[in-house]
Structures are given as C-alpha cells and as structure tokens.
C-alpha cells in the first residue's frame, strides 16, 4: 500500500517530506547548467554555435525552440523557466536591467518590483543612478517607488566606477549558478503548502533529535498517520470496522 505520493517523499524534511531526490528536478537542474554559460560566457565557442544557428537576432531569453532542434538545444530551452525564476542582476550602470520586468532587488524584497506605479517615463536602473557621482538619485526614486522597494533599492550598493552589469544566481551568496542551488530553487518551488510552513521548526527539530534513525522516521509516520493501526486501515477501506 502506498501511504503517500512520491512527490510528497521528495519535499525537503524541514517541510515535511523525506528529502529523497527528484531524479526529473534534478535531471532539469543539469540542463539549466548549460543554459547558464551560455549566459555569462556568451563568447565561448559553444554558445556562439548556438546563438548562430537558433537565436542568432534574439538574446538567450527570447530565444525560441526552432525546427528540428538539436537534443541539447531542446533540454537547454526545457531548462530556461528554472533560469528565470533564480536568476537576477548586480547593478552595474544600469543599462540592460529593465525597473519593472528583471530581478534586481535583494532577495529579500522580493528580487523585483511588484507594485505598479502611473510613472510609465523610467524603464531602465541606469535612469536612476546619477551616472556622474555614482550614486542614486534618492529624490527621483522615492518618488516613484512606495516606502519599502525605495529603502530596498537606496541599500543596492553601486560600484566606485562605471561597471557592466552583471548576471548573477540570486539563490546563491557567490552569484554563481550550481546544480544544488538550480535543483533547491525547483524542490521548493512548489512546497508552499501553508501547513507544511507552519510546522517547518517542528519538522526541523525531529530529525535533529539525537535518536535512532528509525525512531525519527517511526514518528514521522505517526505525524501523517501512515502506521497502519486498524483505524487507519479502516479508512483507507482496507480493513473491515476496526476492533
């Protein structure tokens, strides 16, 4: 009898699940590797073959999937939405990151704008940096922005210098994309069930308890009712009415 869904297993033990892998999670998140260089070595020799022949007038992200496309360009392209969804922006000058559809907030303000504002006239970071001095225009961005994403955007440190800005793999502190950072950022994608967050801290502390492992995984099935005491059974109607 299955107690429970495979997916269910997979779900990281703070919330809930076993932490078994999801061997088609991971398998996207190798994919998304590639997909990565292509991003920040956009001159090596494999991802120029690859721009000429299915994306040679579009970037990467409006890149679309062609006729009969290789085997690696159909996984890579399988791979882009796993980008999109952790990938964001150091701000350099500001040129090639759009205010309203890129990720370049902090993390913890969210990684973009949500609220939407009547200013329609700034669509670039690099209109609200005053290029000379290096700095934020704070008036031209209070303006524009509520209390919270104005603080957020005034901590954004900027360089001393005029850089390039720069992809980077927000789930990570070195900005770098790996295939355990792609792979947690899918796992707990769809883990936003309420109950599962509203007991993350007494998940955590079970499996932290200093027991045999098989008692830590005893109480787990107790938590979600898998032991198959003739209750159980009897309604999940495999059993007849319970002694």
Same mark, same amino acid.
């Given at each position: ?23 088609? #999670? ?14 920040? #070595?956009?001159?090596? *020799? ?9 994306? @040679? ?11 009969? @496309? ?11 939405? *796993? ?6 922006? !150091?701000?350099?000058?500001?040129? !090639? ?7 370049? *907030? ?8 949500? !609220?939407?504002?009547?200013? +329609? ?6 209109? *609200? ?27 954004? @440190? ?36 309420? +109950? ?8 955590? #502390? ?9 008692? #830590? ?17 009897? +309604? ?5 009415? @319970?002694?």
């Amino acid at each position: 009898m299955h107690w429970c869904k495979w997916s269910d297993l997979c779900k990281p033990k703070d919330l809930g699940g076993l932490g078994f892998r999801d061997l088609c #999670k991971f398998n996207v998140a190798l994919l998304a590797k590639q997909g990565w260089r292509f991003l920040i #070595k956009p001159e090596s *020799l494999v991802a120029r073959i690859f721009k000429a022949k299915y994306f @040679p007038h579009r970037d990467f992200w409006n890149a679309r999937i062609g006729n009969y @496309p290789s085997y690696v360009w159909k996984s890579t392209f399988a791979a882009r939405k *796993l980008l999109e969804e952790g990938m964001g922006w !150091k701000v350099g000058s500001g040129t !090639k990151i759009n205010v309203w559809r890129d990720n370049w *907030l902090p993390r913890r303000a969210g990684g973009r704008i949500h !609220k939407t504002t009547a200013n +329609n006239s700034i669509s670039m970071v690099s209109e *609200l940096i005053d290029q000379a001095q290096q700095r934020w225009k704070e008036d031209v961005i209070t303006s524009i922005f509520d209390a919270e994403e104005a603080a957020a955007i005034l901590c954004i @440190p900027l360089p001393r210098s005029v850089e390039e800005d720069k992809v980077v793999w927000m789930g990570d502190c070195t900005g770098e994309y790996s295939v355990r950072g792609g792979y947690r950022v899918l796992i707990n994608s769809g883990n936003t069930n309420e +109950n599962s967050l509203h007991n993350t801290e007494v998940y955590r #502390k079970l499996w932290l308890l200093d027991i045999p492992a098989k008692s #830590k995984t005893t109480i787990w099935r107790m938590m979600y009712n898998f032991i198959p005491t003739p209750h159980i059974l009897y +309604n999940r109607r495999i059993a007849f009415v @319970p002694t």
